[in-house]
C-alpha cells in the first residue's frame, strides 16, 4: 500500500533523474519503462517551448518547465539555427511516439479497457462512435445491450470521479448532455439511464448510457436488471444514425 501512495507521487526530480541518465534515443524504451515504475500513466510534450506534462494515479500532474523559449522565425535564417530548431522539433515529434509507445505498454496489462483501446481486443460494433483527448464513445456489445447502449470510456486509465482532472470533468459533463441530446432524437427513447458501477473487472472509469424504450414493461432498476441484446444489424444501423446525428451541428 505504500509503495502504491509512493508511485502515485512522483515528483519533478524524480523525472528529472530519469531524464538525465535515460533521455536519450536509445535508451528510449528503459526510459519509459523507469516511468511507468514511479506512477507516470502518461504524458504530454508541448513542440511550443518543450515544456512537458506528466500524468499519474489519481490525478496527479506535473508539469516540467519549458526545455527552450519560442523563437522568433527570423533566427530560423542560418543552416545552424534551423538545424537546431529541427532537432527539438524532432524530439516534439519523438515524444508523441513516446506518448504512444506508453499507452502501449500500459495496454499490454491486465487492463481490458486498454487492451480495447490498443487495438488488442474485438473492436465495439461500428467503431468508436467519438474519440476526444479525454473520452471515446461506442456501442455496447450486442450481447450485454439493447440497440443505442453506449458506452463512454476514458481514455486515461483511472477508476471513477474521484480521479478525475478537472478537464476530465468537464469534459464528460458536456458530453453528456451531447449524447443524450442524440440518443434521444436517434432511438425516441423517453428516458436514458445512466450507470457507472466500475465492478467488472479492471478500475478503468466507463459510464453506461441506456435508452429505455417507450414500449418497455419495465422502469428504473427492474429495466435494468432484465436482459437486453440486440442484433448486430441493428447496432450497426444505430451507430450509423448516431453518428450523424453527432456530426450536425
Ligand atoms: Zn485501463
Known sequence: MRQLIIKSMFTLHHIMEIHDSLGQAETLVQYLLALKAIGVET?????TNGHSEYFGKHAHRVVSPPTHEA???????????????????????????????????????????????????????????????????????IMLGGAG?????????????????????????????????????VTEAPRVYTMVTLDGGAPHFHLWLIPRPADAT????????????CTEDEALAVVATLKQALSSP
Not at 545552424?80 to 515524444?95: A, M, V, W, Y
Not at 483501446?117 to 464513445?137: I, S
Open 43 to 47: 504524458y504530454d510534450s508541448f513542440v
Open 71 to 141: 523563437l522568433p522565425i527570423a533566427q530560423t535564417s542560418s543552416r545552424e539555427k534551423l538545424l537546431e530548431h529541427l532537432d527539438l522539433h524532432s524530439q516534439g515529434i519523438t515524444s508523441y511516439l513516446e506518448v504512444r509507445i506508453l499507452m502501449a505498454l500500459s495496454a499490454s496489462s491486465d487492463c481490458f479497457i486498454c487492451r480495447k483501446h490498443a487495438g488488442e481486443e474485438a473492436q465495439p460494433p461500428g467503431g468508436y462512435l467519438l474519440t476526444d483527448a479525454q473520452y471515446r464513445v461506442c456501442h455496447a456489445p
Open 149 to 185: 447502449t453506449l458506452i463512454i470510456e476514458s481514455q486515461r486509465h483511472f477508476l471513477d470521479f474521484a480521479e478525475m482532472t478537472d478537464d476530465e470533468a468537464a469534459a464528460l459533463g458536456a458530453l453528456l448532455k451531447r449524447l443524450y441530446a442524440a440518443l434521444k432524437q
Open 218 to 229: 419495465t422502469r428504473g432498476i427492474a429495466f435494468l436488471a432484465s436482459d437486453h441484446t
